[in-house]
């Protein structure tokens, strides 16, 4: 018979028993003793074993299959002796211990049950997944040391996030310290080893158990550029608040010298925002210090009040050509140093901006219409609904200064002015499910003050002039079949009228003004420029066709079919400095197809057609396959007649089971030459990650760079290396990880 005891030792007489019903006091089962009032706070010890023998009073022992629970923690031995006046269990052979997140296995315990503190020799422990930590850690040792409850230290250990019988990464570590309740690790002469490989020692390392924050060195990143040779970053993150943070990442450039920069972070309810320094005192291939400033803060002051800074500034033209390795980073060009405050009133918004601008400058390929700067800025905008009436104002205020300007310029600079814009309208919409029409008229008032007008030229001058518009289109529908699913199919014509009269406009300079590329959206415009410095003369008609099929079981836009184009009946006599008028009719032919084919196929085209010419403008053609995680690949192809013509193609997919092939490659076939290419190889070991990844990159007219990139990511540890993440994200739409969709 197999005996089950709860233990409150009120007073006990020496006994030994392996039958039931010798034993000279009432039993009860576990399931009679839960909740039971018994000595210690904590609640009884239950246990459970072949043979139990009272040796005192205060003592008992067990043999064959002891089985102990107290308090939330089971263990397990084939002998146990109890102490109840010290609240000790010294229990030998085949020791498991389980705790809230923890097992641990091992040859003897010795455990204090009112502390939790003890010791077990030749221990294995496991650390169970929580609700902060999706992975399970394990590692031996040659003793271990119960410090409390979920804390433990141990002597020649390891640990490890790997499966049972697999170390392909392992610490071996002299002394270490876990403390679940805090969820960190500590370890004292530390070595990582990969595959047997030794890869990092250090004297001293803590590090977490989750993914929360905590303080200490990141894992370096080392790479090679061909602008600065060996690169190599070693990161110091400071968790300094719940709230806010810094890290500290000093950079060795072999070519370069050593650069320091530094990241402060903050969040609170009503603001956020990041600060970011970087200083390279000598660099030794441009023989200069170069730095970099940056801030970004966003505030709300009430729930009507925002405000933003925006700041960046770097020491010269190339400093992100040479120091960075993002195509999105090398390829900026244009610096924003702004502030703004925006109102929000309940029919009615206002507006205050102050920006100037850093142009940074290609030898091989300069800006030559750098922008104005705005100090300051005020708008102010309202809409309200007067019965059937809906009015709009639109008014700002701007002061435009340029530091340089150049009269010369494509289009002549001056040294500023102030501009003063008024645009109030009315409109009269009216709309149902099958068609909607809106008749518009308003008058559009500008004034300028020039600080240095051009030769020949007044220094104020207005400019006003009425515009009417009316849209209307109309929506019919019919229910289709097509391969045994069912479908929408909507038809949608519209129509789109523009009056504005001619008003000579030669006079007033351009602060901000360009003309707005043809497309869907601005086909559907009063004014073919962006900006106020000019309203261009319109008598036209722009007529549209849409049709769509959605899926009526999802509710998705399958496929969406359009085409557009807008009739002129007067001659163009606004137009922009150095630029003949229109002598066409019509614009060009606009046509896209575009639709989630279906839960793997995306496809989006668009193509412009001079009609005049007979020939294609502009072409854009790409489609998407992505039939689950870790499998995306694209093509496109891009043209513009005349300047651009562009092939586009990016891959992630599986080799096997757990190798995934990366590459990028957008060709310029009017240059013959690799805009962006990229090629690597992701391969997931289950507990750990290897990314492997070379770039190359045109980061000027003249200027190519090459990067290569190896990173090394141990789950729940951290990454060692150069981070491709980024660069992988940006370069191949649809890309993930492969740890985060696959775990083994």
């Known amino acids: 018979m197999r005996l089950n005891l709860a233990l409150s030792f009120l007073a006990l007489t020496s006994w030994t028993s392996s039958h039931a019903d010798e034993i000279p006091f009432v039993l009860k089962t576990d399931t009679e003793l839960r909740g039971s009032r018994v000595a ?3 609640g009884p010890l239950f246990l459970s074993a072949d043979q139990i023998e009272s040796i005192n009073a205060n003592t008992i022992e067990a043999s064959g299959k002891v089985e102990a629970r107290k308090a939330g923690q089971n263990f397990f031995a084939d002998t146990l002796r109890y102490d109840h006046s010290q609240e000790q269990v010294d229990a030998r052979g085949n020791i498991r211990l389980e705790q809230s997140n923890m097992v641990i296995t091992a040859s003897t315990l010795k455990l204090k049950l009112d502390s939790n503190t003890g010791m077990l020799t030749d221990p294995h422990y496991r ?68 595959k047997n490989v030794p890869l990092l020692y250090t004297p001293w390392a803590d590090f977490p158990l989750n993914d929360a924050r905590k303080s200490g060195f990141l894992a370096p990143t080392i790479g090679i550029t061909g602008k600065s040779g060996l690169d190599v970053t070693l990161p110091y993150y400071f968790n300094l608040a719940p709230n806010y943070d810094a890290t500290l990442y000093p950079r060795f450039l072999a070519t370069r ?28 291939d441009a023989d200069r210090s170069r730095w970099l400033v940056a801030l970004k803060h966003a505030q709300d002051f009430n729930p009507r009040l925002q405000g933003q800074v925006n700041f960046e500034r770097v020491s010269d033209d190339n400093y992100f050509r040479d120091l960075s390795n993002q195509l999105n980073v090398t390829s900026r060009s244009i610096l924003p140093q702004e502030g703004s405050l925006a109102y929000s009133g309940d029919w009615w918004h206002a507006g205050l901006q102050v920006q100037q601008l850093q142009v940074l400058q290609d030898p091989d390929q300069p800006i030559l219409q750098t922008p104005y700067f705005r100090l300051p800025q005020l708008t102010l905008s309202a809409t309200q609904k007067l019965g059937l009436v809906q009015t709009e104002l639109e008014t700002e205020y701007t002061h435009f200064h340029h530091p340089n300007p150049n009269p010369a310029a494509p289009i002549p600079q001056v040294g500023g002015g102030d501009r003063i814009t008024l645009y109030p309208s009315f409109g009269l919409p009216y709309s149902n499910s099958s068609f909607f029409i809106t008749p518009k008229i308003g008058y559009h008032y500008t004034y300028y003050n020039i600080d240095q007008a051009l030769p020949g030229n007044p220094s104020s001058m207005d400019r006003g002039l009425p515009v009417a518009s009316l849209d209307t289109g109309l929506k019919f529908e019919r229910d289709m079949d097509f391969r045994g699913d069912r479908y929408l199919q909507t038809l949608e014509p519209r129509a789109y009228y523009v009056y504005a009269p001619y008003r000579d406009q030669n006079n007033i300079p351009i602060f901000d003004t360009a003309l707005l590329d043809l497309s869907f959206a601005q086909i559907f415009t009063e004014n073919q420029y962006i900006g106020g410095d000019r309203i261009s003369d319109a008598n036209q008609l722009t007529l549209a066709m849409t049709s769509r099929f959605i899926e009526e079981s999802s509710g998705l836009e399958r496929l969406k079919l359009a085409i557009a184009q807008r009739y002129y009946f007067d001659t163009q006599k606004v137009t922009f400095p150095g630029t003949p008028a229109r002598d066409s009719k019509s614009t060009d032919l606009l046509a896209l197809v575009s639709g989630q084919i279906n839960h793997a196929w995306r496809l989006d085209s668009g193509w412009q057609f001079d009609t005049d010419l007979g020939k294609t403008i502009k072409t854009t053609v790409s489609a998407s396959y992505r039939p689950a995680e870790g499998k995306a690949a694209s093509v496109g192809y891009r043209f513009i007649d005349g300047s651009v013509e562009q092939v586009d193609t990016a891959i992630q997919w599986p080799l096997n089971r757990r190798l995934y092939g990366l590459f990028r490659a957008n060709y310029s076939l009017k240059d013959n030459n690799l805009v962006e290419g990229l090629t690597g190889l992701e391969y997931n070991g289950g507990c750990w990650v290897l990314r492997g990844m070379l770039q190359r990159i045109t980061t000027a007219e003249k200027d190519v760079s090459n990067a290569f990139y190896l990173q090394l990511e141990l789950k729940g540890l951290g990454r060692l290396g150069a981070s491709p993440l980024s660069a992988l994200k940006e370069s191949i739409p649809g890309y993930t990880p492969t740890n985060e969709f696959q775990t083994q």
Do not use: M
Request: glycine share 10%; proline share 4%; net charge negative.
């Open 40 to 42: 210690g706070d904590e």
């Open 127 to 194: 650390i169970l997944p929580a609700k902060d930590r999706q992975f399970t850690a394990r590692g031996d040792a040659e003793s271990l040391e119960l410090l409390g409850q979920d804390k433990f230290a141990a002597k020649e250990a390891t640990y490890t996030t790997c499966p049972i019988d697999n170390d392909d990464w392992q610490l071996k570590v002299v002394d270490l310290e876990i403390d679940q309740g805090q969820q960190t690790g500590t370890a004292r002469n530390v070595l990582l080893s990969f």
């Open 257 to 284: 010298g050593l650069q320091f920069g530094g990241e402060f972070r903050y969040l609170t309810p009503s603001y956020h925002g990041e600060t970011t320094l970087e200083y390279l005192p000598k660099d030794q």
